[in-house]
T-cell receptor
Framework: SQKIEQNSEALNIQEGKTATLTCNYT??????LQWYRQDPGRGPVFLLL?????KEKRKERLKVTFDTTLKQSLFHITASQPADSATYLC?????????????FGSGTRLQVQP | DGGITQSPKYLFRKEGQNVTLSCEQN?????MYWYRQDPGQGLRLIYY???????QKGDIAEGYSVSREKKESFPLTVTSAQKNPTAFYLC???????????FGPGTRLTVT
């Protein structure tokens, strides 16, 4: 069955460092992958979308890579700030299954220490 | 001001009662979605709709029902058949295909 894995343990880093979060998937052939940020008690907010034919995407301090051979996406936040503390979710489309909806990973909580 | 609204923010019900959660969007999106989120977990898809008068079951549709009579509205009914309805419910919308999704603020349902 299709499965998305994100590190369930919280990631704690010092302010100014680069945070790297991982999203691994199995039994998928997604056309694109998305990353969202979720703060406690709120709905997720879209951050970045990367397509299967793109290796890397950047937006300000954010960078996403997508390796369809390894079936993995890495999400980087450079020069991290305490305000970046949140849970980050990856989401994949269903590829060629015909299901027109995203499947979300369980998320990784990032804590940036001042 | 474009966006998605969900109401109410908090909802309390007694076991055995059906309850309907509201979701409205003015983003002119064709597709709408309902998710359930339990503490410390990710989002699980309940139902989704790509177009008015059409909807599909997600991964955990049992005990839930939806309707899509208008493009702007996608209400979710949690029926008494849902075994464990206490959760945080999120509604979202997007353009076709499922590109970036815009989420509402969520409704926290507590059933006792």
């Amino acid at each position: 069955s299709q499965k998305i894995e994100q590190n369930s343990e919280a990631l704690n880093i010092q302010e100014g460092k680069t945070a790297t979060l991982t999203c691994n998937y199995t039994n998928y052939s997604p056309a694109y992958l998305q990353w969202y940020r979720q703060d406690p008690g709120r709905g997720p907010v879209f951050l970045l979308l990367i397509r299967e034919n793109e290796k890397e995407k950047r937006k300000e301090r954010l960078k996403v890579t997508f390796d369809t051979t390894l079936k993995q996406s890495l999400f980087h936040i450079t020069a991290s700030q305490p305000a970046d503390s949140a849970t980050y979710l990856c989401a994949l489309d269903a590829g060629d299954t015909g299901r027109r909806a995203l499947t979300f990973g369980s998320g990784t909580r990032l804590q940036v220490q001042p | 001001d474009g966006g998605i609204t969900q109401s109410p923010k908090y909802l309390f019900r007694k076991e055995g009662q059906n309850v309907t959660l509201s979701c409205e969007q003015n983003l002119n999106h064709d597709a709408m979605y309902w998710y359930r989120q339990d503490p410390g977990q990710g989002l699980r898809l309940i139902y989704y709709s790509q177009i008015v008068n059409d909807f599909q079951k997600g991964d955990i549709a049992e005990g839930y029902s939806v309707s899509r009579e208008k493009k702007e509205s996608f209400p979710l009914t949690v029926t008494s058949a849902q075994k464990n309805p206490t959760a945080f419910y999120l509604c979202a919308s997007s353009d076709q295909p499922p590109y970036e999704q815009y989420f509402g603020p969520g409704t926290r349902l507590t059933v006792t």
